[in-house]
């Protein structure tokens, strides 16, 4: 699979290319940096067994889609998608210094699509985001994705139907 180059609109050169095998040790110092562990539903570290099994697994599975968001030719964080049953799961993450530059949005949009691309079957995608994470519920919903539910540990779950994305749009 060749990378996906990400519109934003300015003069960043943005892209998610798919994960390899070369990336395991990447992926867990990402994972267990302390402004991602803030970030994420576990808000826990891995162990380095626990990662590189999950990572082998992940990288395997036809479920599954990974990868690293490239901006301006630096690694700047990572992208996940898990499909069940017609349905997918959104994944991602920003490095801290790559922030705030408005890239989160048009890479969600665009791996998005890329995701509906891939899979025919799936109907939608959701996504879940912590309410300590304000710029995420604020990408998510200026995407259509719509809040479908907010769970007793303030987690909110959206979702995407297929036919929302529109890759044209400005962000």
């Keep these: 699979m060749n990378r996906i ?7 960043s050169h943005v892209w998610l290319r798919p994960a390899e095998e ?25 162990e380095e067994t626990e990662h590189v099994t999950w990572f082998k697994n992940a990288l395997a599975e036809a479920n599954r889609l990974t990868f690293v968001t490239v901006i301006d030719g630096e690694e700047a964080g990572a992208v996940f998608f898990r499909r069940s049953q017609g349905e997918a799961t959104i994944s991602l993450y ?22 509906f691309e891939t899979w025919p ?19 998510f919903s200026r995407l259509g994705f719509q809040l479908t539910e907010t769970t007793a540990d303030d987690t909110s779950i959206f979702k995407l139907p297929r036919g929302s994305t529109d890759p044209t749009s400005s962000i």
């Design 5 to 11: 180059v990400v519109n934003t609109g300015d003069d």
């Design 22 to 46: 070369s990336d395991t040790y990447t992926f867990l110092a990402w994972r267990n940096d302390p402004w991602i562990v803030a970030k994420g539903k576990t808000q826990s570290t891995v």
């Design 94 to 115: 920003l490095l801290r210094p790559f922030t705030g530059r408005g890239h989160g949005p048009c890479i969600i949009r665009d791996a998005c699509q890329h995701a």
């Design 121 to 139: 079957g799936v109907n939608g995608i959701t996504a879940e985001v912590l309410s300590n994470n304000p710029p995420s519920l604020r990408a």
